[in-house]
């Protein structure tokens, strides 16, 4: 059991504090309710873009990375469909550097046209690089935009497009930062050697004084059922050709969320899986196969994709995938091929937990989807999974209608 305090600063700052006396170390974990999905659809891109400007400079604090390197400090970001998070990790003696960084950033950035401008040109590089330049690059937002009709995740976290980057305005920015980037809206955690009462005290003497904000309460709009299959074809320069097949899954809170991701490790969790054994190793119609799902929030997404071995028919390689997705929906998986997948997670969990980062971080997200101590519970929600959750999961998964397949030529 990892255990924690909790409190909430009179501005609505939730702080939880996890003492951890075998590092000498700390960790400060904020992460803010806030991603890709809440964005404008006319203005996307800008959760990963903030993400960049928080180390741009704030209002007192010209330079993030200077103090905190002195302190023996580093830090990171990432940022999601779902969320943004921050985290510094430095020696327990020199905390309060993490407290002083992160609070003036939280109290305001400093918003110029040059910090904007730079920041664009390094997002803007990234997309290029990453999602036009790069082979398969689009294939995701080729896929979202197929799978999802109404609910934001159909744009990935870079953004729909560039120009919605480049022609970010600095009161767009602003604006994104108040509504977003307050107190009342973010979750902080501190880890490793500390105690509860030092935390307090920092919490209240540098994070006390902001102003709240105001909760952001999320109405996003929600997908329909898909009711019949999506395909699309596209030829590119790629070396291979590529299959990708997605069917939608369920919320992160839902109980199916743990089927499914059992059910993704059972087709795809290493060398002896089932996809791996039939369609790399013994019919060799692919060099590679995955089966995985996003770990979203909302309603998310199950994925196969494939590289096809070269001179193999992409009809003939999704039907492979079809005869192993029916033997899913046919036959109840053995015991052990279910306590095999178990084994992993529970190996994989208890691996994660040994950092006291990972542990920082999994307090944050599980206080975001409602109560820090729900990390205390997920083993207990993948052992309750049965062979029949596997097999009923499968067959309401695996519908034709429920399908978006992506034909991936190579050639120009």
């Known amino acids: 059991m990892i255990q924690f305090e909790k409190f909430t600063l009179t501005n609505g700052l939730r702080v939880i504090v996890h003492q951890d006396t075998s590092t000498p170390m700390a960790v400060m974990n904020i992460m803010y309710d806030v991603g890709a999905r809440d964005e404008n659809p006319e203005r996307t891109g800008f959760a990963h873009l903030f993400e960049h400007l928080m180390f741009g400079g704030s209002v007192n604090i010209p330079n993030y990375d200077e103090p905190l390197q002195m302190a023996g400090g580093e830090n990171n970001a990432y940022t999601t469909n779902d969320l943004t998070n921050y985290y510094i990790q430095l020696p327990a003696e020199n ?3 993490a407290f002083w960084l992160e609070s003036d950033r939280m109290l305001s950035l400093a918003f110029g046209d040059k910090s904007l401008d730079v920041q664009r040109k390094v997002v803007c590089e990234e997309f290029k690089e990453h999602y036009i ?10 896929m979202r935009d197929l799978a999802y009709t109404r609910h934001p995740y159909r744009w990935m976290t870079i953004g729909k497009e560039l120009s919605h980057i480049e022609n970010a305005k600095l009161e767009d920015v602003k604006e994104f930062f108040f509504k977003y980037y307050r107190p009342v809206n973010a979750i902080m955690v501190v880890a490793g050697n500390v105690t509860a009462e030092k935390v307090k005290a920092l919490a209240e003497k540098w994070f006390g004084d902001i102003p709240s904000g105001e909760k952001y309460k999320r109405n996003l709009p929600q997908e329909p059922a898909q009711a019949e299959e999506r395909r699309l074809e596209v030829k590119a ?5 590529a299959l990708y097949k997605c069917w939608h899954i369920y919320p992160r809170l839902d109980r199916r969320y743990y089927i499914t991701d059992l059910l993704t490790d059972i087709l ?3 060398g002896s899986s089932r996809l791996y054994q039939s369609l790399v190793k013994e019919k060799q119609l692919f060099s590679n196969i995955e089966c995985y799902h996003y770990g979203s929030t909302d309603a998310g997404l199950l994925c196969i994709e494939g590289k096809l071995v070269k001179g193999v028919k992409m009809k003939d390689a999704e039907k492979a995938i079809e005869i192993e997705l029916e033997k899913m929906k046919n036959e109840l998986v053995a015991e052990t091929e279910l306590q095999k997948v178990k084994n992993k997670t529970e190996s994989m969990i208890a691996f994660e937990d040994m950092s006291v980062m990972n542990r920082a971080n999994s307090l944050a997200y599980y206080e975001l989807l409602g109560d820090a101590s729900w990390m205390n519970f997920e083993l207990e929600k993948y052992g309750s999974v049965t062979t029949e959750d596997i097999l ?3 067959r309401n998964i695996f519908r034709k209608e429920n399908s978006n397949t992506l034909y991936y030529y190579s050639g120009n």
């Open 95 to 97: 905390l309060e550097t």
């Open 133 to 142: 330049n790069k082979p398969y690059g689009d294939v995701w937002h080729k």
């Open 237 to 241: 320069n790629v070396p291979l050709d």
């Open 268 to 270: 795809s969790g290493g």
């Open 392 to 394: 009923q999961e499968s």
